[in-house]
């Protein structure tokens, strides 16, 4: 397959427990954005370049654990989960939790800065003593866009359980909205088209239903399949598929009107 013209991103579902089952935090796009506008997704965006300055390694926990593609995706991931909903894995250097709430509220303004193109997580990390929490990450999935399309993503999922005390809070500017939410909800939102939730989106919140707690959904990462929808004619339809073998069940999209 070529990646020539593929776009690195990363993305996090942001997990916490409650009574009524695990939610994610999950952002409205503004519909300005040129991808996903006006849906309910996932923080998360492109790879940055700076994302792969190799002396980041030195501001990540357990760095050794992952190569360099990873480790930059992973990197991407936390920074991309901080911009957009306020949410921050890392740790004060040598400490083994997560940064308070009081501390992150210290933080805040690095978010507009990320989101100017003013800062670095390298220069984050070193202005602020951080190490990024890259192994609270659990990879969850991988999707390609489809051959067929104008702009193709290469985008890696990850979960994480959200540290209890960030509250989450969507920027206003890359999105207009937020919501922790079950995937059950999520759904029937979906289903009631109360909100717009593409495909792949749609696909990780069905896989993530089934599962009881985020112990039980972080325990659930591992051997993952790479996604990439394909079309295919049935009669006068056509229909967006997935491979059967990624653990989504045998999906079929109606796109006969288009995507």
Not at 31 to 51: M, N, Q, R, T, Y
Not at 103 to 111: I, M, N, V
Request: glycine fraction near 6%.
């Amino acid at each position: 397959m070529s990646t020539d013209n593929l776009i690195p991103a990363a993305t996090v579902m942001m997990l916490r427990d409650t009574p009524e089952g695990p939610e994610v935090f999950m952002v409205v796009r503004h519909h300005e954005i040129d991808f996903a506008s006006g849906a309910l997704v996932f923080p998360g965006g492109k790879l940055d370049p700076a994302d792969t300055d190799a002396g980041l390694r030195a501001h990540c926990a357990k760095a050794d654990a992952y190569d360099d593609k990873d480790l930059a995706l992973r990197v991407a991931s936390i920074r991309e989960s901080f911009e957009e909903c306020g949410i921050l894995l890392a740790r004060e250097k040598g400490s083994d939790d997560f940064i308070s709430a009081a501390r992150l509220q210290q933080l805040e303004g690095w978010r507009e800065k990320f989101n100017q193109g003013e800062a670095t997580m390298a220069d984050f990390a070193a202005a602020e003593n951080l190490e990024f929490a890259v192994d609270a990450l659990a990879f969850f999935a991988h999707w390609i866009t489809p051959k067929n399309m104008k702009r193709r993503f290469d985008t890696y999922f990850y979960m994480a359980r959200a540290p209890e005390d960030h509250v989450g809070l969507h920027d206003g500017s890359e999105s207009v909205d937020s919501v922790w939410i079950t995937a059950k909800q999520a759904l029937a939102d979906a289903d009631a088209q109360k909100r717009t939730v593409i495909f792949p989106t749609r696909m990780n919140i069905e896989k993530f239903a089934k599962r009881a707690s985020v112990d039980d959904a972080l325990a659930q990462c591992g051997e993952v399949v790479t996604v990439v929808p394909f079309m295919e004619k049935e009669g006068d339809k056509t229909y967006l598929r997935i491979q059967t073998e990624a653990g989504y069940g045998d999906p079929k999209m109606d796109v006969s009107r288009g995507l």
